[in-house]
């Protein structure tokens, strides 16, 4: 079942990437597949790979075109994280804002190291707060990828995982959501419990 997060207003997603056989090359294996996504040229897949792995991203993670914004992150507690469109052009406008203010001071001083803290710090609880862990009515969703050569950046496969856990409610044969209960004042809705699971994999070397 092709799972839809039920927060994603904004075209926007922060996914977390692990990389199972040695999970020190996640941050790389995302910056990779970032730049691929992002029409980048790649220096370790081929063309055919490429476009695998675009047309992968296109069929599992809901708002990703070739015209998305994709980018790469790694926070100070070592989650890494791929963001997509609205989520990722934050990041990115973020980061630039701070860069500027950086600027502003000279190297090496208190006011800029202050800053470059504070830009970090704000970075991470905004991925945090959008971190697709199952909790905040977000679905747990993973990226898992697997290694089998010497390049730090390539992988060999992909792994989406997605799992969205909410409740429905029915009444009279029609279902409503809880908002929709407050809303019409419906009493006493037969409440379902709904698990939604997606689990897809793209082999590079098939």
Request: net charge positive; aromatic share 10%; hydrophobic share 30%.
């Amino acid at each position: 079942m092709r799972i839809t997060p039920i927060n994603n207003i904004n075209f926007g997603r922060v996914i977390e990437v692990q990389n199972v056989t040695d999970n020190a090359r996640s941050k790389k294996n995302a910056k990779e597949l970032a730049n691929v996504l992002n029409n980048i040229p790649s220096l370790v897949y081929t063309d055919e790979q490429e476009t695998k792995i675009r047309d992968f991203f296109k069929a599992t993670v809901d708002d990703y075109n070739e015209f998305s914004y994709v980018t790469a992150r790694k926070t100070q507690e070592g989650y890494t994280v791929l963001l997509t469109g609205e989520d990722a052009q934050f990041i990115k406008d973020l980061e630039t804002k701070y860069q500027d203010k950086c600027k502003e001071f000279p190297k090496g001083s208190l006011k800029r190291e202050i800053a470059s803290a504070e830009q970090i710090q704000l970075r991470d609880y905004y991925i945090a707060k959008k971190l697709e862990n199952g909790k905040n009515n977000k679905p747990y969703t993973l990226i898992s990828t697997t290694s089998n050569d010497d390049s730090y950046s390539k992988v060999s496969s992909i792994n989406y995982k997605s799992c969205q856990e909410e409740y429905s409610y029915i009444k009279d044969g029609h279902m409503f959501t809880k908002e929709e209960l407050k809303k019409h004042k419906i009493k006493h809705p037969n409440k379902i419990y709904i698990v939604s699971y997606e689990n897809k994999t793209l082999d590079l070397n098939a």
